[in-house]
Structures are given as C-alpha cells and as structure tokens.
C-alpha cells in the first residue's frame, strides 16, 4: 500500500503589500513600504535591489515601473507560498484587484454601479450587466505565464465562476424591459438562469481555454456564492458543466460560507469536477481532537461519503477570518478526521478561502502550521 | 378607506464617503471621532432625502450597525459576536450571535448612538430590530426564542416606544427553509408586550408557504417581499397591514414610480386592507447613489397613490 501523501496549497489570494496598493493606485510610497518590501525580500530569497530602486522613487511611477512593481508582487506571492512549504502555488492573486472586478471589468456588458458591504467595514464594488456579456481575449494569460515561468511547483490558476458573477452583479438586462416586480417565479428563474449560462460561455470559459491552451494543467473555479440560493445549486453545477465544456485540464470548484448540504444530490451531475474545495474551519472547534464530537465544523462530511459524487474534498483546515494560528496539532486532527470519513485518498488540504484579509505575517504562519499539520497527519497514517 | 404609507425601515446604504471614511479607520489612517462625523452627514443627507420624498416615517438608517443583530451580541450580557454568516442569499455577511452560559439580558437597552432619537421626529419614525425568532434561530447554541423576546428585545421595544418611536419592524429572517415552527414565533412575539405596532418583515425571500400562517399572529403588518413572492400567494383579504416591499434593494435596476403605483393599485383592488410601500429588504444592498434615489421613487409613487384615494 503506497503511503499517504496530503497536497497542500492556499485557495487564492493573498493580502497586497502597502507598496503594491500605493504605487498602482498613485499614492506615494513611503519608507516602511520600501522597508517592508525588503524584509519581505530576504525573508523569502528574492534580490529586492531593483525593486527598492524603483519604489524610493516615492510616486509618479511609470506605466513599466508600474508593471515592474507587478510583476515583483507576483513574485513575492509565488515564493511566499512556496516558502511556507505548498505543493500547489499561484501568485497570490496580486494581479487582480478583486475576484469579482476583476472579471467585470476585462468583460463587454459590464457597468460598475458603486461599493456595497461584505460584512462590517468591508466592501466590494458591485457592477450591473447591461448587455449580453462577453470576453474576447485571455486577460488572464500573461498572469498565468509569469507565475509558471517562475516556480517548479504544481500550478493552480483560480477563475471566478460564472454562477458567483452572475448573482454578484445587478441585472438590467435579463431581466427584461419591465422590472419583475410581482413577476412569477418562473420568471426570476428564467432570467438568472440565461445569465449564468451566458457568463459560463461567454465570460469564463473564454479566459479559462486560453489559459489552458497556454499551458495551464489545473483550473480552479471559485463560486462563493454557489449555496447563496439553494434552490439554484442545480444551475450552479449547469454553469460549471458549460464553463468545463470542451477544457482539456483538471478543474475543481471552490465554494464557501456556505450550508453545504443544499448541494445534494446535484452535484453528482458535476462533468468531471476533479474536487470541491471548501471552507470547513470559520465553524469548527478550536480544540485537538479526531473523534466526529471533535469536530463539528466538519460534520457535512458524512453527506459527502454517502454521495454517489467520487471527488475529492479540498479539506479548509484555516481560518481566514481570524489571526489565530492554527497549531500543527490542531490541522493534523482536522485532516485525520476527514481522512476517517472520507478516506485519506480523497482529501487534499488547503486554507479555508483566500488568506487577502490577513497580514502577510499571520498567512506566512498559518500556511506553515498547515504543511506542519498535513505532515503530522500523514505520519500518523503512515504508521511513524 | 384603505391607510397608504412609505417609509424605508432597515440597514441604509453607506456613502462613499462614509465606506472610505471606515476603510481608513480600519487601517489606522484616520479617527473614530472622524468616523462619526462622516456617520452623523450620510444620516443628515438620508433624513433630507426621506423628508423630500414625503415618507410618513422617518428612520436613522441604522448606519453604525454592523448588521442586524451586531449590537445586541456585544451589548447583551450572555451573546458574543460569532462565526461569519451569510446573510439570507445575498452577498452580504453578519456574525451570527453564539451564546454563552445563561440566559441573554440586555442589562439596558440600547440608546444612542445605536438609535439616533435625536435627530428623529417624536411619535414620526420606524425602528428595526432582529426578531426575537430570528436572533434565536440564528445564533449558534440554546437560545429559546420567548426568552431573546423577554430579555432583549421585548424591553429594547418598550424603550424604543418611550423615546419617540412610532412602529417596530422587526426582521424576520429565518422562515424560509420551510421548517420553522410557527408556534414558537407566535410565543416571542406575545412576549415582546409591545406599545407600538409591531411589523414582522420577511425580506428577500418568497414568502408565499408561510403567509397563510403569519397573518395569524399578534402583529399589526406583515412584510413581503415581491420580487420573490408572487402575489397569488398572499390570503384575501389580508387581514393585516401590509407591508409591500415593492422596490428592490438587491437591484440596481430603478423602479418607475408609475409601475410600482400601479402594482399598489392592484394589492388595494386585491387585498384590501392597509398598504405601507417599503423597499423589499434592507437599502444597504444597492450603493448609497441608488438607494437615495430608489427612495425617491418609492415616495413618488406613494404620491400617486395617496392623490388617487
């Protein structure tokens, strides 16, 4: 019997450093920016001299300082999850401005509409489709080639997904020309429903086979709002399914902060969806232990076991909402009761959701209690 | 004759302005006191904007409420902010509240800055509460729902009455899954013992399983979200205060004041019994730009109405 071995990788993003922020954005870059940036450098082998040069410059960037200062947040997102130990590595997401603008504004169709609020003093800038929505080039290609031209590591590129576009963006035109007010059901549904598979082909999958025809061997399709509705996770696995169409590399579905059990047995009809990464930590115990008792925040793995769905289970053991750091001690029994529900065959392990909300300090740390972990639970599966 | 009313209770955009101002202060870049003063002008402009569009009550907006529940969790003796929650199917988050040993008291009810009585007209505005239920339901742990209404919000109610306001909307969050027990609703909402009209507001979600049930409990109105009820569902005649949620706070899209009259005229035809226009949800949902004139829309076509009766 050939010995478990736990993949290990961060969902997406990860926290912009101060003088990535200030230089796109045209503040000035101020000295423990600069200072910043090169502590960060050492810590993680990267030669920061250029970089500094180019940020004492303070402001008025040019376009290819500007691009330079990309490419070096890239760089750094890269060794970052490489240094804290993960198999699977991107860039951190440095790139994109946010999961949802990022793809609104690369799309025709698109009109940003103003900032709404996530959650307490956090906020995201909500667009409004207006027309048929459409991506005619692969804005994600350079992004993708820059990360791969800079690690030997498995490389997973995350795409946000057609369903979580669609309900995150207001509707002006599928809804029709009259408002829905008082409309049928059927109705409402018919018009998300369009938009969905409209986004699936027409937004996500041009991005997504052009990434994939460059090179890319693993897609990740994030859906956050996949269980918003429970009613529509059957046009969440339709628009996976349309997005998939015709792709010729592995691809997962991200989906969290969710009541997961809404999403049987529907995804049983996932085409090939090689595994589910979800958020389980934000609700579990703080305390060790392997026992389901132990465990609360995982007790929807039972339902996954008795689905006839065979993927694997990419296993949120950290949460991204808190600067508490996960002991090894406390992943590795978050993996261990898994791998008891599940089998360790179908579990991979990855932070909860992206880590952009935390300081590059507490994901550093979170990322190498979680290799941490995975190792000891491998150990203790291995028999050492 | 049937009573034609608009107001907009719930959790109101926030500036620009104000998202910057909270944004900065999170980051340590500016001051709590700045905050505030950013706070007090996004709810000047939201009292003028009511005011012009003539509602017949006036709210505070709610805008230093981290969600609905949030004030209660970190004032009430026995609650504490818990895990990060979606909030019903938006893309909006709340903590839901997690008890701890005990039962939950609300030592004092809340006042300002939570309830800006000051600014608002005695007898002439609408406050919002979590219902007793939905606070229950919600938190994570044992809480029995009379028990929320007799320590909490019960007494939050009476002092909200004697300080002014006019009616309660008390958001109701957790009937749609299909499984909630009626009874148990019923049991919180006599407990409450409340001086004003109560309404219980079902907002963002298809009402239509449960209405056949709610207008049976001790509330004055009902609210209904009709961008997701179908109005074939609702008992005729509605023999409550309808609350008519008739402009969409998930849309940006802007609602045509004669449309929306329209749709009034066919609920008073319908129903019978009295209209109260309001938004389907909280404003909080569409920016701050469009929330303000989504209010003048709903006031406009109050207008209609109200010149027609």
Known sequence: ?384 | MAEIKAYTPGIYARSEELVQATRDFDRGRTTAEAVRQRQNEDLRNFLEVQREANFDYLSDGLLNWQDIFRPFDEAAVGLRPGSLTRFLNTNTFLRAPASEAGTPTLTEPLGEPYFRIGDLPRDGWVATLPSPHALAVTAAGELEPQVVAETMIGPQIRWLAGNGCAMVVLQETTLFEGSSDIFVLSEALDALKSPVPLALHLPFGDAGEVLGELVELDVEAIGVDFYATHVAALPRPFPKTLLAGVVDARNSLLEEPEEIAEFGRQLLEELGGDLHLVPNGDLQFVPEEIAREKVRRLGEAARILKEER
């Open chain 1, 1 to 384: 019997m050939s010995e478990v071995r736990f993949v290990t990788r961060e969902i997406g993003s990860l926290a912009k450093p101060g003088w990535r922020v200030k230089s796109i954005a045209g503040r000035p870059v101020e000295d423990p920016d600069v200072e910043y940036a090169r502590k960060w450098g050492a810590r993680l082998g990267i030669n920061t001299e250029e970089l500094t040069e180019i940020l004492q410059k303070g402001q008025g960037f040019s376009d290819s300082e500007k691009a330079k200062i990309q490419d070096y947040a890239a760089l750094y997102g890269i060794r970052l999850l490489e240094n804290s130990g993960l198999d699977v590595v991107y860039d951190g997401e440095q790139r994109r401005s946010e999961m949802y603008d990022h793809v609104v504004k690369h799309a025709k169709g698109f009109e940003t509409r103003g900032t709404v609020r996530s959650w307490d003093n956090k906020y995201y800038t909500k667009a409004a489709v207006v027309e048929k929505p459409l991506v005619e080039k692969t804005y994600d290609l350079e992004e993708c080639e820059f990360v791969r031209e800079h690690t030997d590591r498995t490389v997973k590129v995350p795409f946000t997904g057609a369903y979580t576009i669609m309900d995150w963006s207001y509707d002006e035109h599928y809804a029709g020309e009259s408002s829905l007010l008082g409309a049928s059901a059927e109705r409402r549904s018919e018009a998300r429903r369009v938009f969905g598979v409209d986004a699936a082909r027409d937004v996500v999958r041009p991005n997504l086979a052009g990434v994939v025809e460059a090179g890319a061997e693993w897609v990740q399709v994030d859906e956050p709002a996949a269980t918003t509705r429970p009613e529509e996770v059957p046009l969440v696995v339709e628009t996976f399914n349309a997005t998939r169409e015709g792709i010729d590399a592995r691809c997962s579905m991200h989906i969290c902060f969710s009541d997961y059990s809404c999403l049987f047995p529907y995804i049983e009809e996932l085409d090939d969806c090689y595994e589910l990464q979800l958020e389980f930590s934000n609700r579990d115990s703080l305390e060790t232990g392997t026992k389901g008792a132990d465990r609360p925040g995982y007790a929807i793995l039972d339902r996954f076991r008795e689905s006839a769905w065979e993927g694997k289970i990419g296993l949120g053991v950290i949460d991204i909402h808190t600067d508490f750091i996960e002991p090894p001690e406390l992943v590795r029994d978050r993996v261990l009761h898994a791998a008891s529900v599940l089998g360790p065959e179908r579990i991979e392990v990855n932070t909860d959701c992206g880590l952009r909300t935390r300081s590059w300090e507490v994901s550093y740390e979170k990322l190498v209690n979680m290799v941490e972990g995975a190792r000891l639970a491998e150990e203790a599966l291995n028999g050492r």
